[in-house]
């Protein structure tokens, strides 16, 4: 793997008196498409809430571009979160409010981008995600693909070095789910935009480079999707 683009070692993680992540690592490449799997309450969510600066883990460190993650302000977090990561959420988390072009066009403008040039931005990344056409459509006027689209084209129009999908298709029928997850991966292509992408899909995770598989909150397996797929399947030795 090239020069890692984000590190995380031994991360803990408890939601009360639960433990989400029980000393989970892992490194992102700059340019890589890396697909976090794992059952239910394994610790995927959670792992990249941290990852994401969104959440700070109880122990544990994430690094990225030289500075700490886990021991950032949120002020800077929330900067990062601007202009570096991208962020996607299952059912999207448009803003109901706003237009398929305004909410694509928010984070510029948060950045400090006209008006102007953020509406021209928004449609030219609209474009890319198939939904040019459909920019004075609001999230409730939207079927579950075009605002899984638009949601991807807002995470995207900042050229975050990194975007992290949490389980981007699993709203979504199979052909929707294919759909997006296509025009996501030719897309980071291009851009060589790194991705961090949660899925229990085995289908979703065959678009990725590699895979890394979390079992009760600690890393079960990484490499190629089989290997990983067969380190997970093996029984836990106990620590």
């Given at each position: 793997m090239s020069t890692p683009l984000l590190t995380s070692r031994d991360?803990?993680?408890?939601?009360?008196?639960?433990?989400?992540?029980r000393?989970?690592?892992?490194?992102?490449?700059?340019?890589?498409?890396?697909?976090?799997?794992?059952?239910?309450?394994?610790?995927?969510?959670?792992?990249?809430h941290c990852l994401a600066g969104i959440v700070k883990p109880d122990s544990g460190t994430v690094e990225y571009g030289g500075e700490r993650l886990d021991l950032l302000p949120e002020?800077?977090?929330?900067?990062?979160?601007?202009?570096?990561?991208?962020?996607?959420?299952?059912?999207?988390?448009?803003?109901?409010?706003l237009t398929a072009?305004?909410?694509?066009?928010?984070?510029?403008?948060?950045?400090?981008?006209?008006?102007?040039?953020?509406?021209?931005?928004?449609?030219?990344?609209?474009?890319?995600?198939?939904?040019?056409?459909?920019?004075?459509?609001?999230?409730?006027?939207?079927?579950?693909?075009?605002?899984?689209?638009?949601?991807l084209a807002r995470?995207?129009?900042?050229?975050?070095?990194?975007?992290?999908?949490?389980?981007?298709?699993g709203a979504l029928d199979s052909l929707a789910g294919e759909q997006v997850m296509t025009a996501l991966i030719h897309t980071v292509r291009e851009t060589g935009t790194a991705v961090l992408l949660i899925t229990h899909d085995a289908?979703?995770?065959?678009?990725?480079d590699r895979e890394v598989s979390l079992r009760d909150g600690i890393v079960a397996g990484s490499g190629t999707l089989p290997e990983a797929s067969a380190a997970s399947a093996a029984p836990e030795v106990s620590r």
């Open positions: 991360l803990v993680k408890a939601h009360g008196p639960t433990p989400a992540l000393g989970a690592s892992l490194d992102l490449a700059a340019g890589e498409v890396l697909a976090v799997t794992g059952a239910s309450g394994s610790g995927k969510s959670t792992l990249l002020k800077r977090l929330s900067e990062l979160r601007r202009t570096d990561f991208g962020v996607v959420f299952q059912f999207g988390q448009l803003i109901p409010e072009a305004d909410n694509v066009a928010l984070p510029l403008l948060l950045a400090g981008t006209s008006r102007a040039a953020a509406r021209e931005r928004a449609g030219e990344w609209l474009e890319r995600f198939g939904v040019r056409g459909q920019e004075a459509l609001r999230p409730g006027e939207m079927s579950g693909g075009q605002a899984q689209r638009v949601a995470a995207l129009v900042t050229a975050p070095k990194a975007v992290f999908a949490d389980e981007p298709t289908q979703v995770a065959a678009y990725a």
